[in-house]
């Protein structure tokens, strides 16, 4: 079965860090793209960021373009993303998919939130 498990979340201030990492199994990672997601409660699940097969051709919404960085471990089956410079409005619940999205199988994510 194809899975997802998401770490890392927390409570960080303004200007802070953090990485995310997501274990998938159940597929062969190593052949799948992979993206990172966020959603807030009442919003849809936006795209934040998405990795090549060969951790090649990163893609990042604008918002976090130069803040957060993709990055992939295909031996470990791992995903991670790195998180600088966190503002208010990157505060939502962090979500990892493989591309195209195996969209019966999301994890349950994990909460990043950013406040004073």
């Known amino acids: 079965q194809v899975q997802f498990v998401e770490s890392g979340g927390g409570l960080v201030q303004p200007g802070g860090s953090l990485t995310l990492s997501c274990a998938a199994s159940g597929f062969t990672f190593s052949t799948f793209a992979m993206g990172w997601y966020r959603q807030v409660p009442g919003k849809e699940r936006d795209m934040v960021a998405l990795i090549g097969v060969r951790g090649n051709d990163p893609v990042y919404f604008d918002d976090v373009k130069g803040r957060f960085t993709i990055s992939r471990d295909n031996a470990e089956q791992m995903l991670y993303l790195q998180m600088n410079s966190l503002k208010p409005e990157d505060t939502a619940v962090y979500y990892c998919?493989?591309?195209?999205?195996?969209?019966?199988?999301w994890g349950q994510g994990t909460q990043v939130t950013v406040s004073s």
């Open positions: 998919n493989r591309r195209p999205r195996s969209d019966d199988n």
